[in-house]
């Protein structure tokens, strides 16, 4: 009864490398998500998708990309990361649109740019 | 634009007493709202969400609330607070935004429960 699965919990970059953020889900939900949440101002959605295949952007997605190349998994690729990008990064996945559903959340991923 | 005001960051009750956690929105539609809870280094989980029918809504952990459209809120309550019951607290609208379906999330307000 795994949920949603992010990887890794904790991670600690320097300024200009790149990584990625690993989410899986194994209830076969077709929207995913990334939010990331910084002290004081609640969860931002970077990245959405809607299918394998189709994503789009969010609300803050500048310096980020997603691929989804199968229903089960959707990655966040941090590209020369930067310190305005340390954070606790969430995956999220629903049936439907979140916005009109529940949408079940993984433990987080905080992410340390120095 | 859709927009979610929780206006306490902080709140501390003493366990066994009751809570409110305040919530107000700004949409033009009917919303569908929600309040999520996250527990220490875990991820939000759902306590209740309102579409529509009914405006006081039951959750799980003894959770309520009240849909108030005059008011354009979506206040949390429980009658007595259990220390498990420490956590952030966040309401959200789910709305269209430029062009998608999403959820528009409060700030936050942070529940602590002294003995």
């Known amino acids: 009864n795994a949920g949603v699965t992010q990887t890794p919990k904790f991670r600690i970059l320097k300024i200009g490398q790149s990584m990625t953020l690993q989410c899986a889900q194994d209830?076969?939900?077709?929207?995913m998500y990334w939010y990331r949440q910084d002290p004081g101002m609640g969860l931002k959605l970077i990245y959405y998708s809607v299918g394998a295949g189709i994503t789009d952007k969010g609300e803050v997605p500048n310096g980020y990309n997603v691929s989804r190349s199968t229903t089960e998994d959707f990655p966040l690729r941090l590209e020369l990361a930067a310190p305005s990008q340390t954070s606790v990064y969430f995956c999220a996945s629903s049936s439907q649109s979140a916005a009109n559903t529940e949408a079940f959340f993984g433990q987080g991923t905080r992410l340390t740019v120095v | 634009a859709q927009s979610v005001t929780q206006p306490d960051i902080h709140i501390t009750v003493s366990e066994g007493a009751s809570l409110e956690l305040r919530c107000n929105y700004s949409y033009g539609a009917t919303p569908y709202l929600f309040w999520y809870v996250q527990s220490p280094g875990q991820g939000l989980q759902l306590l209740l969400k309102y579409f529509s029918g009914d405006t006081l809504v039951q959750g799980i952990k003894g959770f309520e609330a009240e849909f108030k459209r005059s008011q354009s809120s979506f206040n949390l309550r429980k009658p007595s607070v259990h220390w498990s019951d420490a956590a952030e607290y966040f309401c959200?609208?789910?709305?269209?935004?430029?062009?998608?379906?999403?959820?528009?999330f409060g700030k936050g307000t942070m529940l602590l429960v002294s003995p």
């Open positions: 209830m076969n939900h077709n929207y």
């Open positions: 959200a609208v789910g709305a269209r935004y430029s062009g998608y379906s999403t959820l528009t």
